[in-house]
């Protein structure tokens, strides 16, 4: 009878530890899917800004196309103490706004 109640504690304890996994595993993969797409808009926004022979870049928001339409994207373009120095903030979110579930990358263009 003892034998059988450590069992069932244990088991417990196990179930509870393979839930908190997979709630961390989704987490992780949120993150990573983020985190790459801020580097895919990134990578656009100084694409655009060189194609545009240094034009300066604005400020956007939009989402992003299927598979990925759960996130959304903000790209904050700042003036730096440098005049030909600008800095661009992509920021991606997922989920709700209240959880603050986003990634942030920021980069100076010249």
Do not use: C
């Not at 069992?7 to 179930?15: R, S």
């Not at 992780?28 to 797409?37: D, F, I, K, M, P």
Request: glycine share 8%; net charge neutral.
């Amino acid at each position: 009878m003892i034998a059988l109640a450590i069992i069932g504690i244990a088991m417990i304890a196990l179930l509870s530890l393979g839930n908190r996994s997979i709630e961390v595993h989704s987490r992780l993969q949120h993150l990573t899917t983020a985190t790459l797409l801020a580097q895919q808009k990134m990578a656009q926004s100084e694409l655009e800004a060189r194609s545009n022979g240094g034009t300066k870049l604005v400020d956007g928001v939009g989402t992003f196309a299927e598979p990925f339409a759960g996130y959304r994207w903000r790209i904050g373009i700042s003036t730096t103490a440098l005049p030909a120095v600008q800095m661009v903030t992509v920021t991606v979110f997922w989920g709700k706004e209240e959880r603050n579930e986003s990634v942030d990358i920021t980069s100076f263009l010249f």
